[in-house]
């Protein structure tokens, strides 16, 4: 599979933005996972869904402000991000691991397949 985010850009603290990440392939084969990654920082874990969207994970420092859905039938991720601060400014990836289970993972290296990365910026 292939994964291609989008929707990243500008947007002022406290607002919102949808990111998306599309799979090239039937994506319920897999776990998906949203990292993000600022200038000079460790990749940081964000947000992840198993397999049917049952389950999902989000960061400490996104919880409550972000969710992560998906729909399998268009092959579909999405990440909504609300409240945003200047400190969620960062490039953002979307991964998937292949999975047989309802399992979900929040490791960089649990995943084998990552998209390009869309910037989000908050401006304050």
């Known amino acids: 599979v292939q994964l291609q985010a989008s929707g990243g850009g500008l947007v002022q603290a406290g607002g919102s933005l949808s990111l998306s990440c599309a799979a090239s392939?039937?994506?319920?084969?897999?776990?998906i996972g949203w990292f993000r990654q600022a200038p000079g920082k460790e990749r940081e874990f964000v947000a992840t869904?198993?397999?049917?969207?049952?389950?999902?994970v989000l960061g400490p420092s996104v919880k409550g402000r972000f969710t992560i859905s998906r729909d399998n039938a268009k092959n579909m991720v999405y990440l909504q991000m609300s409240s945003l601060k200047s400190d969620d400014t960062a490039a953002y990836y979307c991964?998937?691991?292949?999975?047989?289970?309802?399992?979900?993972?929040?490791?960089?290296?649990?995943?084998?397949?990552w998209g390009q990365g869309t910037l989000v910026t908050v401006s304050s």
């Open positions: 869904i198993s397999r049917a969207g049952t389950r999902t």
């Open positions: 991964a998937a691991r292949a999975s047989v289970t309802g399992a979900i993972y929040s490791g960089r290296d649990d995943y084998t397949v």
């Open positions: 392939s039937r994506i319920s084969d897999y776990v």
